[in-house]
């Protein structure tokens, strides 16, 4: 089939989200890809994250991408003392209470990601255009109606208001994301300016530029940057959180050298970004150790 045919046809399928996820993911990484999926013998690191979403259903995974239950973890294995502060957390907008938060603080939804509203000054707030926008955010489950990401299915939809972090004299937070492979981390992602002029790039744990992206040149950091003090601190914490699972991508901040918990997820950009160069792909895809699914099983739901 010519592709140009092939691409409509896969358009209006991947609209079709009620699908199987067998049939469904196949559709939805070959539209964004341009590449075949192989379940049977995933390759290439986007693959294997793929093969995760179909096969890979620990219920921990729901407590984990859960931006509130996932303190309850962190507090277990790293201690409370590296999560943000909270103000509280709502099922329904109306029920935050603005009159009693500071100044400055952080709306996110517990169920998705970037889903945040970040406010610096409670004076100039909006708050029945914010409570407008909530209501938008907890109507739907982003990641797994769009990308059928298995772990967010049964996160309930939920409201976390935080503390409002920063650095010094920094417009927005750095984002210091590890990749840890079955509890190892092997090189890390930074994100400067998200504000201003969004950049990221990957990073040996030397802090020298890694050789691959998946972002345009014009958005990825050209130039090496200073380490965190405290670097050493955060690859352990995302070793301790990341152990037993194949592949978890642990995020942290570093507020004036202290280690603030971020996020913790197992689909980057929904497994659909490619590296630049190709080669990565599968030089990362290689330190997935993918479990093995028995004969007749379905989904592999503990972990080792």
Same mark, same amino acid.
């Given at each position: 089939?010519? =592709?140009?045919?092939?691409?409509?046809f896969?358009?209006?399928?991947?609209?079709?989200r =009620?699908?199987?996820?067998?049939?469904?993911?196949?559709?939805?990484?070959?539209?964004y890809?341009?590449?075949?999926?192989n379940?049977k013998?995933p390759?290439?690191?986007?693959?294997k994250?793929?093969w995760?979403?179909?096969?890979y259903?620990?219920k921990v995974l729901?407590q984990?991408?859960?931006?509130?239950?996932?303190?309850?973890?962190?507090?277990?294995?790293?201690g409370?003392q590296?999560?943000?502060?909270i103000?509280?957390v709502?099922?329904?907008?109306?029920?935050?209470?603005?009159e009693?938060?500071?100044n400055k603080?952080v709306?996110k939804?517990?169920?998705?990601s970037?889903?945040?509203?970040?406010?610096?000054d409670?004076?100039?707030?909006n708050?029945?255009?914010?409570?407008?926008l909530f209501?938008?955010?907890?109507?739907?489950n982003q990641?797994?109606r769009?990308g059928q990401?298995w772990?967010?299915?049964?996160?309930?939809?939920r409201l976390?208001v935080?503390?409002?972090?920063?650095? *010094?004299?920094?417009n927005s937070?750095?984002d210091?994301?590890?990749?840890c492979?079955?509890?190892?981390?092997?090189?890390?992602e930074?994100h400067?300016d998200?504000?201003?002029?969004?950049k990221?790039?990957?990073?040996?744990?030397?802090?020298?530029?890694?050789?691959?992206r998946y972002?345009s040149?014009?958005?990825?950091?050209?130039?090496?940057i200073k380490?965190?003090r405290?670097?050493?601190?955060?690859?352990?914490?995302?070793e301790?959180? =990341?152990?037993?699972?194949?592949?978890?991508?642990?995020?942290f901040y =570093?507020?004036?050298?202290?280690?603030?918990?971020g996020?913790?997820?197992?689909?980057?950009?929904?497994?659909?970004? *490619?590296?630049?160069?190709?080669?990565?792909?599968?030089?990362?895809g290689?330190y997935?150790?993918?479990?093995?699914?028995e004969s007749?099983?379905?989904?592999?739901t503990?972990?080792?």
């Amino acid at each position: 089939m010519p =592709s140009i045919i092939r691409r409509f046809f896969l358009r209006h399928l991947r609209k079709m989200r =009620s699908l199987p996820p067998k049939i469904y993911t196949p559709i939805s990484y070959e539209y964004y890809t341009g590449k075949k999926l192989n379940l049977k013998n995933p390759i290439e690191f986007n693959e294997k994250l793929q093969w995760m979403k179909v096969y890979y259903h620990p219920k921990v995974l729901t407590q984990l991408v859960d931006k509130y239950a996932v303190r309850a973890y962190v507090e277990e294995k790293i201690g409370a003392q590296y999560l943000n502060q909270i103000y509280g957390v709502y099922d329904k907008p109306e029920a935050i209470p603005f009159e009693n938060l500071p100044n400055k603080f952080v709306v996110k939804a517990t169920h998705t990601s970037s889903h945040n509203l970040i406010v610096t000054d409670k004076t100039k707030l909006n708050k029945k255009k914010a409570i407008k926008l909530f209501y938008k955010w907890l109507g739907k489950n982003q990641y797994y109606r769009i990308g059928q990401e298995w772990a967010y299915k049964d996160v309930p939809p939920r409201l976390i208001v935080e503390k409002f972090l920063k650095d *010094d004299d920094k417009n927005s937070l750095i984002d210091y994301k590890f990749y840890c492979f079955n509890g190892t981390a092997k090189f890390l992602e930074v994100h400067l300016d998200r504000a201003d002029n969004h950049k990221r790039g990957f990073y040996d744990f030397d802090f020298k530029l890694l050789p691959f992206r998946y972002v345009s040149l014009e958005k990825s950091i050209s130039s090496d940057i200073k380490k965190p003090r405290n670097l050493n601190e955060m690859i352990k914490f995302a070793e301790i959180l =990341s152990a037993k699972f194949p592949f978890v991508r642990v995020d942290f901040y =570093s507020i004036k050298g202290k280690t603030i918990f971020g996020e913790m997820t197992f689909y980057p950009s929904d497994g659909r970004k *490619d590296f630049i160069p190709e080669k990565y792909n599968k030089i990362i895809g290689d330190y997935i150790s993918i479990p093995k699914l028995e004969s007749g099983q379905q989904a592999i739901t503990k972990t080792d």
